[in-house]
């Protein structure tokens, strides 16, 4: 939201993209969350191909039904740091998130 309003701000919109992920706290992302994001900012850096993100322009972002659900990837690795427990809580919270085709 803020991140948003700076770059517009200073004319960067295009360099920003952002995800939702159906988690909280600092470095609580999957092993696989990170790697796809690190594997996208890679292809944007050397192919140009600007990577997916989610409009979270306001808090109403957060609210619609699919928040999140694009990025969210629960698949643990050895290395994580997400707790499954609390990831389940917090994602039992959002509505199921539509079937992927």
């Not at 594997?39 to 999140?68: F, H, M, Q, T, Y």
Request: hydrophobic letters at 40%.
């Amino acid at each position: 939201m803020l991140s948003h309003r700076v770059a517009v701000s200073h004319g960067s919109a295009n360099l920003l993209t952002q995800r939702f992920v159906r988690d909280v706290g600092h470095c609580s992302f999957t092993s696989a969350e990170v790697n796809t994001a690190f594997d996208d900012l890679v292809s944007w850096v050397e192919r140009g191909v600007k990577p997916a993100g989610d409009e979270l322009i306001d808090a109403s972002s957060w609210n619609r039904p699919d928040a999140g659900c694009a990025h969210t990837d629960n698949t643990v690795g050895p290395e994580d740091r997400a707790n499954a427990v609390q990831r389940a809580s917090i994602q039992a919270a959002y509505p199921a998130c539509p079937l992927a085709h």
